[in-house]
């Protein structure tokens, strides 16, 4: 169920300004050791959450649907029969967990695939673009699940953090939205995407998304489509979780922002630690239309947001790729 990765990235440019622990657990669905498909597995007589690591080889035999996986800060709901459920953030300098982890409920089958992603080594911070343009690195986020139909969201206003001017941070979301739906670059490439979304307006109900301590639960499949805010743990500063259906489309996608008074709409002349809003929901926008994370940190999809920048509000060309194999 991985995604292609097509081509490595070319000279390293820069992205973050500060150093970050490299802390992250690595964990691979590969490593498992395999002959437990079809088994009853002992998941199945217990309760409480399930560790992703537990599904990675699979398990059937008894139904999950409703439980709660678990990997790192990420948790999912185990989806219905013919249905896959996937959840995404990505971290600012200060984290060590920007884990990724889908599930899936396939022909009686329910099975994790976990991708750790390594917190990026220290870099001083210089110019993207020469480096974004020639970096084709692409992740699809559980293979290939594109928008069958119009993307279709709300914007939970209630939650925005009062700090922002009335309209000013959503006027950035929605211009995330365009930027990733519409592949904007300064690599002179043109695109023809078929991706297609809709602003339909605020929305009284928050995303389906909880966070309770460290950990962050993508709940009940819902068609909702919500953007909101509220807290992340570890350094995250946003979050989307994403659902497709049998006929391999995606079907709904919720996306919680971090309320950090780190996230800004402008970049302050003296910055440190300080995040563009836009360049956040162009990333989070990523796995809401079915992009996975890449280790090349020039990249919009790379796991870490480069604080004091605005580059990610444009697109690198792995990212085009990635949104050109999807649309
Ligand atoms: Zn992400």
Redesign the pocket.
Known sequence: MTGSISGRCGAILVALAVTVPLAATMTSSTAATPATTGQRSSVCDTRGPIAASALVDGVSGCSLVGRVVVSGSAAVVVPRAGYGVGA????GAGSSD?A?LQVTNLDGVVRATVDGDAAPASRGLAARAAGACSAGQFKLASGRHPWGKVLSWRYHRPSEPKRYATGKALAHIRAGMTNMRTARNDCNRTSNLSARARYAGVSATGPGIRVKGSRITCGKLNSRNVVGWGALPNSLL???CYWWGGSGKMIAADMRLSTSAKVVTAIPGSCTQRYDLQSLAT??W??AWGL??VSNPNLT?H?FLPACSTAFRTLGLGDIKGMRQLY
């Not at 995404?88 to 971290?91: E, K, P, S």
């Open positions: 995404d953030g990505v971290a920007a990724s946003g979050w989307t990333h989070e990523g796995h996975g994370h999809m796991h």
